[in-house]
């Protein structure tokens, strides 16, 4: 088993990632009452406008999605996404909000950086960090609609509300935060929603079962043997989004711990990509 599947690996990374996000919150954006993407922002605002806990209010928008995870997606990786939720929350709770810059922009941009470092590492190595992870994966599962439509119109809110709420000038604060975010998830995990996975494997029926059962999207297996050894193998290519992609490698060491994984990025997909029987 390589070490980066390894649970105690996956929990380190975790508990690290959740600090860093916390840090990046109260210690660099809510001094100066600048929000963060997805629900997490929501978290900050309800902060700021009534003064309740952080963590609390962050535990509290996430329960509802995390039991809806654990109806809709793998066990697994819903683990994971409750011990994300709850160290984030944890540490939102015991960090003080203190504010260490006078200088809002520079707070700004490394507080930006700090999250997209924080949460680029949990879904880099760990799983998802609840809130709007959770939606995409089920939207991923099951629709054609584009999680970047999604996850565009929540921030959009966010911002509006950051707008409405505390001042134009924070809003527009609150957007660079977000996107120093985004582009700093991007360079640590995938800069593309889509990407491409090819799977070579002599265990190629095995492989097949297991992704059937736990991504269930469609594929394309061909056959083919080893330019060194010779061997016949098969080749499973799949189209998939970025949150399932951590699930599919899993799923697939599992099944074969020898087979060879390629992932590239997809820069457009043509036809049907939701999984069969899902389009009604």
């Not at 009452?33 to 406008?49: D, K, P, R």
């Not at 203190?98 to 760990?126: A, H, N, R």
């Not at 951590?246 to 020898?258: W, Y």
Request: one cysteine or more; aromatic letters at 8%.
């Amino acid at each position: 088993m390589r070490i980066q599947d390894h649970f105690i690996f996956k929990l380190l990374v975790t508990i690290i990632g959740s600090f860093i996000i916390a840090i990046s919150f109260n210690l660099f954006l809510l001094p100066h009452n600048v929000l963060s993407s997805g629900l997490s922002g929501v978290a900050l605002l309800v902060h700021i406008l009534t003064s309740l806990d952080t963590g609390l209010v962050n535990l509290l928008i996430n329960l509802p999605l995390v039991i809806l995870g654990f109806l809709k997606l793998p066990r697994q990786v819903m683990i994971q996404t409750i011990l994300s939720v709850g160290f984030i929350s944890f540490f939102l709770s015991i960090i003080p909000v203190t504010q260490i810059s006078s200088e809002p922009l520079i707070d700004v941009i490394f507080g930006g950086m700090l999250c997209g470092l924080g949460v680029g590492v949990i879904l880099k190595y760990s799983g998802t960090t609840g809130g709007m992870d959770i939606i995409a994966m089920i939207i991923s599962q099951h629709s054609n609609i584009s999680i970047g439509v999604v996850m565009t119109a929540l921030n959009g809110i966010i911002v509006l509300c950051s707008g409405f709420f505390l001042g134009w000038s924070n809003a527009l604060t609150t957007l660079l935060s977000i996107y120093i975010t985004g582009k700093t998830v991007d360079t640590i995990f995938t800069s593309h929603i889509k990407l491409t996975i090819n799977i070579v494997t002599t265990k190629g029926e095995a492989v097949r079962q297991a992704l059937i059962a736990s991504i269930r999207r469609g594929m394309t297996i061909t056959d083919t043997y080893g330019g060194y050894t010779q061997k016949p193998a098969q080749m499973i290519m799949m189209v998939l989004t970025r949150y399932e992609l951590q699930d599919a490698i899993r799923v697939a060491k599992e099944a074969d711990p020898n087979c060879f994984i390629n992932v590239y990025e997809t820069t457009e997909v043509h036809g049907h990509f939701a999984k069969p029987g899902t389009r009604g």
